[in-house]
């Protein structure tokens, strides 16, 4: 239906046009009427398409006739029909004449969509009409154009009152609508504060300029350096080599600027170009990387995404640690307006140096101290003391030394450079140890002109290196960790008062609330408060219909033993595998798991007990392979110590050579007699789920529902392929659960399997109900 309004029937329009003039008698110049009016449609010179300057004297009848028909979509397919019933077989093609939109945003000319289609038809009816049998007069068929070409300027109604939007918006505008606000009534109220804090801006827009480059420079380092020169203009902006964000508008929207190229001196012009006004909700990453530049203001440290406070940092000396306290911050749009979400994290960092533990590693282990501290070192993350930055040690190269040289550039020119004069020209450093080993750390960047990533090494010094992060043994040391955690685990109170501080530090800083006053913002003096509910506790149902209220404090430990599980399976057929030196730690704990499954409702038969010759991974991995039935239920690895290859090896043929459920116990924690009981009640609720049982469950209110977990794991140490989980929940009570893992990409987030993962869910689902849920909820 044509809408003039809308730019719509113009293809009708010359449908009808083209119609009429080939049933008119040879010669005649008949004005074409619009439908529904009585009279000639009127030339509204304004609207018609524009040339280039260049091509309007060019255009001639047989250029315009060899133009190719090409594909067009939406309101062009009749164009596109128009091509195939008139265009001749074997027809030659030509460019033919640039479009210009009237008033384009964008710096490099490019016809937007939709542009060109009435000149594409205009072009086919005259090829049409020079093809004709019946000849007419040359005047006769620019006559017949002319008028085809004022009814299509005249089909599109142009408005008569001023607009601050430009034409030919190729952006998306963003509008004004309500938020939809759904708040709960049940529970009790209580006034609460919460870890956001408003912002106040006094403006809602933010401007937007794109930055050309005559010559065009492809370093971003560079491009930053050349609009710098320029700082006087801009005194608070975002610029990401190509598009600057500034807080107010600039003195003109075209603007041209000339810069030197600090490393050739040479003349570079810039051109910045206005493109749009934006609003605060399209640019909220602008103000995430305005509290990063103010948490540089704050002198805080970067580790990742966190900032820490190294002048803050509390010492534990005892055990040669420290620990630095610091924010993690995220601005976005909430009810209400603005906010910064703020909340307190810590680091651990040991105050001991790389180099240092590279000599005790070396007297203790003597000629095997390679392979000890490779052991130590390798996937461990360590600080640069210099910089503060951190890196993750890679391999360690014992055939460098500082004395090592690298090649670097200076003044133009490739120099040889040793490490010990590199650190003492730049950092003023002077390192004492001239035969120590290095460090290697592998990073991949992506460098300008080139399709992939390319690998560099890094080579640290050890002596300017220190630790960060806990050892293995540390963290196996209870009193170590109890001690840590009074710092790192604080209360609601203490991390109020953190909240606090930070605001505090960044009202009190001059620079800090400049730079927010630039952008015509300000941070409030407080957190804010919030009316919250408390919920009433669910109820718990067991086995036998046994129903237990809720606690306040949602713990229900003791209630999990002494009632019969929901859905128990029974341990006919398992098998107990430990050493000699845990014979009777195993046998009090088959003893215990005996006494206590009654209660619970789990009826367990006798192990076929295994005992292994030593505690070698071999020994487990052959004991394994002999044990492992097709009738077999469930295999229980009792370890003397804990090692991660030892129980990687477990797991891979429990899990992936010969499936069957398992469970693997540190013989250390069965040891205690005392806690043996509340243990042993615990490992036995597991080994109930792992075989399909259903511990508890809770009123759910759907009937028919499927919750959906997915999550990725990347392995940091080994840098192995990226593994991804799906689960989906498939009975009413979402006590079942159907599981996939797949692989990934190295450090891929994006689930590229989601798809087949959800399908299978779904076919699950609808072979055990009979039907597909009514309801998905997705978690990621």
């Not at 990453?285 to 990742?304: P, S, T």
């Not at 906010?339 to 180099?355: A, C, G, P, Y």
């Not at 133009?412 to 140890?433: A, F, H, L, R, V």
Request: with cysteine; charged share 25%; glycine share 6%.
């Amino acid at each position: 239906m044509a809408d003039a309004s809308k730019g719509r029937g113009r293809g009708l329009s010359l449908i009808q046009a083209l119609r009429a003039q080939r049933s008119e008698t040879p010669g005649q110049d008949v004005p074409h009427k619009s439908p529904g009016s009585s009279e000639p449609s009127t030339v509204v010179s304004s609207m018609a398409p524009s040339y280039a300057p260049s091509e309007v004297s060019s255009e001639t009848p047989s250029a315009v006739s060899s133009v190719a028909p090409s594909s067009v979509g939406g309101r062009g397919k009749i164009a596109a029909m128009l091509n195939k019933m008139h265009q001749k077989p074997g027809g030659s093609s030509a460019s033919g004449p640039i479009l210009c939109p009237a008033s384009d945003v964008r710096p490099t000319p490019g016809p937007g969509p939709g542009l060109g289609r009435g000149i594409k038809l205009l072009q086919h009816l005259k090829a049409t009409q020079a093809s004709s049998s019946v000849v007419g007069s040359g005047d006769s068929t620019v006559a017949s154009v002319k008028s085809i070409t004022d009814q299509m300027a005249a089909s599109t109604i142009a408005s008569s009152a001023p607009s601050s939007i430009g034409k030919n918006k190729y952006f998306r505008e963003v509008k004004d609508t309500p938020p939809v606000v759904k708040k709960g009534e049940s529970g009790v109220p209580c006034e609460v504060t919460a870890n956001f804090i408003y912002l106040k801006f006094e403006e809602n827009n933010v401007f937007e300029y794109e930055v050309q480059y005559e010559p065009d420079q492809d370093h971003k380092h560079l491009r930053f350096k050349l609009l710098g020169e320029h700082r006087h203009l801009f005194k608070e902006k975002t610029f990401d080599g190509t598009t600057l964000y500034v807080p107010h508008r600039l003195p003109s929207d075209v603007m041209q600027l000339e810069s030197t190229n600090p490393y050739d001196n040479s003349k570079v012009n810039l051109t910045i170009m206005f493109r749009r006004t934006r609003r605060l909700s399209e640019m909220i990453h602008i103000y995430n990387l305005l509290f990063k530049h103010i948490m540089y203001d704050l002198e805080l440290v970067r580790f990742g995404r966190q900032h820490f406070n190294q002048h803050a940092a509390i010492q534990i000396p005892q055990y040669k640690l420290e620990v630095w306290p610091g924010y993690v911050t995220a601005v976005d749009e909430y009810e209400g307006g603005l906010m910064l979400t703020l909340d307190s994290t810590s680091r651990v960092l040991r105050t001991q140096s790389v180099l240092s533990l590279i000599k005790e590693t070396a007297q203790q282990e003597g000629a095997n101290w390679k392979r000890a501290l490779s052991e130590k070192l390798i996937s461990c993350s360590v600080m640069t003391t210099y910089n503060n930055k951190l890196f993750r040690v890679d391999s360690i190269d014992d055939t460098m030394t500082p004395k090592s040289t690298f090649e670097k550039k200076e003044k133009g020119e490739t120099i040889q450079i040793s490490y010990i004069d590199y650190y003492k020209k730049n950092y003023g450093i002077d390192i004492m140890d001239w035969d120590q080993p290095m460090l290697i750390s592998k990073e991949s960047k992506r460098v300008p002109g080139s399709e992939k990533p390319i690998d560099y090494m890094i080579c640290l010094v050890p002596e300017l290196c220190q630790l960060t992060g806990l050892t293995d043994d540390q963290r196996s040391n209870f009193k170590l960790m109890k001690d840590v955690a009074t710092y790192t685990r604080i209360t609601p109170n203490q991390r109020y008062a953190a909240f606090k501080k930070y605001i505090s530090n960044v009202l009190n800083n001059e620079t800090a609330r400049n730079r927010l006053k630039g952008w015509g913002l300000s941070l409030a003096p407080e957190t804010i408060d919030i009316v919250a509910r408390t919920l009433p506790p669910e109820t718990l149902y067991f086995g036998n219909n046994v129903k237990v209220p809720g606690k306040p404090n949602a713990e229900w430990n003791a209630e999990v033993t002494r009632n019969p599980v929901m859905q128990a399976v029974d341990i006919m057929s398992w098998a107990v595998l430990y050493t000699d030196r845990d014979k009777n730690v195993t046998m009090n704990f088959v003893d215990t798991v005996k006494r206590n499954c009654t209660p619970m409702g789990i009826r367990v038969a006798d192990p076929n007990l295994v005992r292994l010759p030593n505690d070698r991974t071999d020994a487990y991995v052959m004991s394994l392979k002999k044990t492992i039935t097709s009738q077999l239920q469930l295999v229980v690895a009792i370890c003397p110590t804990s090692r991660d290859d030892r129980y990687a090896a477990i797991k891979k043929i429990c899990c992936a050579d010969n499936p069957v459920a398992s469970q693997v116990i540190n013989a250390r924690t069965i040891m205690n007699s005392q806690k043996i009981r509340a243990i042993t009640q615990k490992i036995l609720l597991q080994i109930n789920c792992k075989l399909g049982g259903t511990l508890w469950s809770i009123s759910i209110p759907f009937k028919s529902a499927m919750v959906i977990g997915i999550d990725s794991y990347h392995d940091p140490a080994r840098k192995r392929r990226s593994v991804c989980s799906f689960v989906a929940s498939y009975n009413q009570s979402m006590t079942h659960w159907y599981s996939r893992a797949v692989f990934q990409e190295r450090g891929q987030e994006i689930v590229d399997k989601l798809k087949a993962c959800l399908v299978d869910s779904l076919k699950h689902f609808l072979r055990v109900n009979g039907r597909l849920p009514e309801r998905i909820i997705m978690y990621r």
